[in-house]
């Protein structure tokens, strides 16, 4: 099955600095890339997502990029706010098939 | 956007209880739902899949017996943990989704068992 791998596991950033998270996956057939933000003790929530026919996505200050060669994808997060502090999990899934595998996740502490 | 409900949110509750959560999808109808348990510090790990009108798949490790999973309808998905015990206590998560759409998740459950 699907391997995802996230790294770092911590990282702490300056506010206003960018922050980056990297995933890698095993499975080439995998096609659909999200990115969840959690808080303690709250709901994963989606931040942005990326398919495989698209190698960048933005949405603000939140961007995606994958790149299908070398089978990873990057979560960048510019001008970061202390409220951006938070677990971020990425995950993998191929089609027709919603199931996801979820790296093991990245804590980021933004520091004021 | 897709709203995912999950209740109860917090239960407490002695060694050998059975405690059903249940899990629905407010303003859509979803093909698939799925449940995770998720330890302190740890990633989401996925226990079983559940499509409405047909058996629950779990995933290897997890017993279905322990674990029953019954979507009776396409808004509405239930994971009861049979005979609790302490090592059972987790954070239980679901979400739902639509065809090809995002997985939209529910608040969770803390469930803690004495």
């Known amino acids: 099955g699907e391997n995802v791998e996230q790294h770092p596991s911590t990282l702490s950033v300056q506010e206003g600095d960018s922050a980056v998270i990297k995933c890698t996956y095993s499975?080439?057939?995998?096609?659909?890339f999200p990115w969840y933000k959690q808080e303690l003790g709250k709901r994963p929530q989606l931040i942005i997502d990326i398919r495989s026919n698209v190698g960048e996505k933005k949405d603000q200050r939140i961007a995606v990029t994958l790149n299908k060669t070398a089978k990873h994808f990057s979560l960048h997060i510019t001008e970061t706010q202390p409220e951006d502090s938070a677990v971020y999990f990425c995950a993998a899934s191929t089609a027709g098939n919603n199931r996801l595998a979820f790296g093991k996740g990245n804590q980021v502490v933004v520091i004021p | 956007g897709a709203v995912v409900s999950q209740h109860p949110s917090r239960v407490i509750c002695k060694s050998g209880t059975s405690v059903k959560i249940e899990c629905r999808s407010l303003d859509f109808q979803a093909t698939t739902m799925f449940w995770y348990r998720q330890f302190p510090k740890q990633s989401l790990m996925l226990m079983a899949t559940s499509n409405e009108g047909s058996k629950a798949t779990y995933e290897q490790g997890v017993e279905k017996d322990k674990f029953l999973i019954n979507h009776a309808s396409l808004t509405l998905s239930t994971l009861t943990v049979t005979s609790a015990h302490p090592e059972d206590s987790s954070f239980y998560i679901c979400?739902?989704?639509?065809?090809?759409?995002?997985?939209?998740f529910g608040d969770g459950t803390r469930l803690s068992i004495l």
């Open positions: 499975d080439s057939a995998s096609n659909y």
């Open positions: 979400s739902a989704v639509l065809s090809n759409q995002p997985q939209h």
